[in-house]
């Protein structure tokens, strides 16, 4: 269930970060704190992401902050940062607004996790309301109406 992989207290709210590499580590900051993750993860982000790009931008507005570490992975659990500003991942890219950090010790246990973004970004009319997210409460809402239409 996605309420098991994510917590109110890793949802929240932030003016702005200077760059993309403070994105990901604002994103992945609530996992690294709760113990899920190590900074092995982290670097594994920042390492993929100078081999690849960035490769965790999923539309617009959305980046989808992840990597395949499982060693450095303690349990499969999921953030959601919202910015009021928008970041730029690439010069050219679009600015992001929306930070969902996922990080998984198996390759099955975050697919609830993956079904609520799925839903959550398939229907435009669930992206503004986050968007204009004032607190950790209203994220948090919208990704647990999301998984109800999953079930």
Known sequence: MLQNILKKKNCRVLDHVENWQDAVHAALAPLLAEGACDERYEQAVFDNTEKYGAYYVLTDDMALIHA???????????????????????????GIRILIALCAK??????????????????????????????????????????????
Do not use: C, R, W
């Not at 570490?69 to 890219?93: R, S």
């Not at 996790?113 to 919208?142: C, H, Q, R, W």
């Open 106 to 151: 198996d390759n099955s246990s975050h697919m609830e996790g993956m079904m609520a973004v799925a839903t959550i970004f398939g229907d435009d009319g669930n992206v503004g309301p986050l968007l204009e997210a004032k607190d950790s409460e209203s994220i948090y809402n919208v990704f647990m109406q999301a998984a109800e239409k999953n079930a």
């Open 68 to 94: 395949s570490n499982e060693a450095d992975v303690y349990d499969t659990q999921m953030a959601v940062t919202i910015l009021k500003k928008p970041v730029q991942f690439t010069t050219d890219g679009p």
